[in-house]
Each structure stands twice: as structure tokens, then as C-alpha cells.
């Protein structure tokens, strides 16, 4: 049995933060602002992990009004939702994923994100796509103000 969820997330950019993004710290003039690392590929993913096996979103497991989370790394809190998922009786057949950045270009950054990803996720590389979009100047994205993810995952019964 096969299950598909679907997940999205958009943090603004700001000054004064490391920006992390599919578990790396990638040099950049700003970082992405939020209540974690807010690291928006590894939410999407997670969403899409809780929300493939019906467990919620995000922001039910790891409220952003709960100072435990505060600036928590999102590796970690992904790691949790996928014990979730394989408390459930899944595990990953596959993730697909699109970054939304105008800057800085993730072209040299996809392929160790996808190793981090892959690794943390105890899943082979092969399993994790990552593809990077630019949004051609238009709306927050491409104003420079924002980056955004979405993620596809396809889990399978164990």
C-alpha cells in the first residue's frame, strides 16, 4: 500500500540569520527568518511526511509558540516526523522537491542537500529529488524578500 503526501513552506529573508536550507548553512547576506532554523525544505517535507499518514502538519507537532522549538534545527525535527510516519507501518519510496529562490542560485548546493537528506533520512540519494525554480522577478520570491519549498512524498508499507 502506497501512501502520497504533499507539503509547503515560506519563510521571509532577513539580516542577522544563518541561512539554512535542506540541512546546510549556505553563505548568503541574509537567512531565512522564523521561529526555528526555518529552514523551509525540511518543513515541506516534513508536512508532507505527517501529512501522507493523516498525522497533521508541522505546526501540531512543533508549535512555533513553544520555546522548546525555538531555533531548533530542522533536521531534527524532520527526523522526529519520519519516526512518526514509520511508528505508523511507512517508510519513503521517494521525495520530490522544488526550492523557490530568485537568490542566491541552488544549483551548487542541490546535490549536498540531497546527500544531508538522504543520509538523515536513511534513505538512498537516489530516493530524493531536489529541483530549484527562480519565480523571473515576480512576487515576494523574486523580489528577494523570500524562499519557498514544496515537497511530494510517496511512501510505502513496510
Do not use: W
Amino acid at each position: 500500500m502506497y501512501r502520497i503526501g504533499q507539503g509547503f513552506d515560506v519563510h521571509r529573508l532577513a539580516a542577522s540569520r544563518e541561512f539554512i536550507l535542506g540541512g546546510i548553512k549556505i553563505e548568503y547576506e541574509k537567512g531565512l527568518l522564523g521561529h526555528s532554523d526555518a529552514d523551509c525544505l525540511c518543513h515541506a517535507i516534513t508536512d508532507a511526511l505527517l501529512g501522507a499518514v493523516a498525522l497533521g502538519d508541522i505546526g501540531t507537532h512543533f508549535p512555533d509558540n513553544d520555546e522548546k522549538y525555538k531555533n531548533a534545527d530542522s533536521i531534527i525535527l524532520l527526523k522526529e516526523a519520519y519516526e512518526l510516519v514509520k511508528k505508523e507501518g511507512y517508510i519513503i519510496n521517494n521525495i520530490d522537491n522544488t526550492i523557490y529562490a530568485q537568490e542566491p542560485k541552488m544549483k551548487p548546493y542541490v546535490p549536498i542537500m540531497r546527500e544531508k537528506l538522504a543520509k538523515e533520512l536513511e534513505i538512498g540519494i537516489e530516493q530524493i529529488s531536489i529541483k530549484a525554480k527562480t519565480m523571473e522577478g515576480l512576487d515576494s520570491i523574486g523580489e528577494k524578500k523570500a524562499i519557498a519549498a514544496d515537497s511530494v512524498v510517496m511512501l510505502r508499507r513496510r
